[in-house]
């Protein structure tokens, strides 16, 4: 499982989504967000999920990545849809037993609990797949700079959210070295009860975070050789620009929320 988790990953491209101004992909990030929480019914996530979908077809990044960002939060997803079922007692009764109590109410927003959170991880993962981490950074950094008028370190503030971002695969692929390691020493990390697997995960992080500390030492190091010194008088390669397929995106996000908007007055579920 550690392999199938792609979050923080960048997979180059020549698509249209690739091609798009960081600064607006972010803000059709938040749009979509907000289009999954504004869907009050299952109309509306439908909509939703055909956003997503044409976006991921548009960009060619393949619907296998988008099934391995899903894997990992399984567990998430079964744990909130197991809440909404059994301590949601509105509608009609399906199941009764002592106190469990099932209802129809209650298995409706189980399945639409857990369709929002796979929209979520699969539309926001988007972004990453799509875009650079140094563009990524660049972007924070200029939604973020009207903020310098008092003083808030909007370029610090940028590098260190895409660093973050950019060592989770590190990390990832260090963590599975470490366990391939652990498992050649004969260490049983899949059998046992919960409090023996918890243990057996002490040898993992121990190493995973001197390791951490040790990257993080010489990131500090490589950036002061190369006499970095924050955002104050940086240039750009690269300077971010808009063109009109940042608007034409913008506009068929916009549609799409308002159709979700309308989904919600008219539909009845």
Known sequence: MIKDITIGQFFPGKSIIHRLDPRIKLLLTVIYIVMLFTASGFTGLLAASLYMLAAFIISGIPIKMMLKSIKPILPIIIFTGILNLFFISSGDPLVEWHFIKITDDGVRTMIFMAARIILLICGTSLLTYTTSPITLTDAIERILSPLKVIKFPAHEIAMMMTIALRFIPTLIEETDKIMSAQKARGADMESGNLIHRAKALIPILIPLFVSAFRRAEELALAM????????????????????????????????FLAAVIVLNMFSPI
């Open 224 to 255: 002061e050789c190369r006499c970095y010194h924050g955002g104050e008088g940086r240039t750009r390669l690269k300077q971010l620009k808009t063109a009109p397929r940042d608007y034409v995106a913008v506009v068929i996000t916009l549609i």
